[in-house]
């Protein structure tokens, strides 16, 4: 609103400015070359300044004319190095090396201060496979401001692929430094699980959080893996704080298994029995796990056999539908010797139809010789189990294993292991289950028969007498084995048996 006032007002006075100038009164001579030339001062005042500026444009053109050729030499040749970055980078986009490098020197002859330049010349030399330029060029693009972090993260790129993980991990430390980017703060992260360095993994999470690098669900999981991992560090010289460390983790994240399970060992081992039944009870709801259970029946060292059964039965209450409480109170029966009950809750698993596990086989297997010492079962179970799926373990990155780890041992990634079944390459059909157990008969007593009476016998006729008598059975060989009879070895001075005829000429 001023600016349009203010542009009225200048209006204004010019106008008032002509106004009194057409006004006055007056006339202008001019006599040049033989002509005279007679006007109005307004007409006369408008023509010299016309000449003014027409003079100043021609002397300015003459003068500055080197200067436009210049530009417009520099237009062109922009141009061209644009269409050179073009076709270089569509050309190292579908992998043409050859076009790429072509282009990369003309986009370094035409524009050889242009950013994009230094990135499709590095991309030029990936693709040709020349590590050193293309290091090169990295090294230029970070040593200017406007292209460091597009150095580095190059930089950082062909230190990993050289296996140089420190030089790595300095390069994302600078790039963070910088400005936290995803890339960087993922770099220092990884860098930072794998050399098992917790609480400075702590400490990036809490930057990449602040940074909207990572969201908040995955920070949280990520905070409560590495607090379960320092616990573990210091269970055993600060157990204080390793629970209090678990007990953030098992808020955090309910489902982390290996905390919970770990939390209640160290409450039991502080005396809270009460604590820790409750932490792993609550665990066991939400994820029915074989650590849990485990860690659940170790709380009460002194229970005997039957109060153990008693309190996993509890427990089992909290998923009675799942395998693995079925499973839990099949193992604590056995131990107290209820085969019963341990028959019961394997029952709807080893049913016909169903696919047992494993693990199931070789408790069914026990099972079947404790009760009835039924070793023809035993064996038959045993044979069925190694043909049986297998059970559920940790993998991570392919490798499994029964202890969970916060990192994975091939890439050393964060909460990589997962509770999984292994992969069956193949699988047979659905076995049906061995018969059920069934006493032998009781073996029948007979009483020894007596010998019949023999008759006297007539005495024999002559042609009785004289014929020939039968031949002796041959005599069975006896079972027992023989002796086996070793020789006793000389003594080194014994000079053996003494010869009948000593021959002189030996001596």
Sequence with gaps: MVRILVFLFAIGLLALGLGLLLEQPG????????????????????????????????????FNFPSLVSISARARNRARGHEALTRGIVAAGVGDARKAQKASKDARKFLPKEPLTLLLQAQAA??????????QAFRKMADRPDTKLLGLRGLHAESLRRGDLDEAHQLALQAQDIAPLGWSGQAVFDRYAEQKNWDAARLCVTQNLRAKIVDPATATRQKAVLDTAIAMDVETTDPERAVKLLRAAVKKAPDLVPAAALLGRLLARKGDTRGASKVIEAAFARTPHPDLARAYMELRQGDSAAERLARVQSMAKRAPMDPES??????????ARNFAVARDAMASLVAAGERPTARMCLIMAELEDREHDAQGLVREWLSRG???PRDAVWIADGQWSKQWAPVSPVTGKLD???WLLPAEQL???????????EPPPPLAVEAPSLPEPVPEAAPPATAEILSPEPAPEAPRPSTSPKPVVFPLPSPPDDPGPKREHTDSRLF
């Excluded at 699988?427 to 157990?437: K, V």
């Design 386 to 388: 190694s043909r049986a």
């Design 416 to 418: 990589a292991y997962r």
């Design 126 to 135: 990936q693709l040709s496979g020349d590590r050193g330029s293309a290091e």
């Design 427 to 437: 699988s047979g059909p659905i076995e049906e289950p061995p018969p059920a157990y």
């Design 27 to 62: 006339a202008l001579s001019l006599t040049w070359f033989g002509y005279r030339i007679e006007t109005s001062p307004v007409v006369g005042l408008s023509v010299v300044a016309l000449t003014a500026i027409a003079l100043w444009s021609l002397v300015s053109f003459i």
């Design 326 to 335: 079925k499973m839990l109170i099949a193992t604590a029966a056995l131990g």
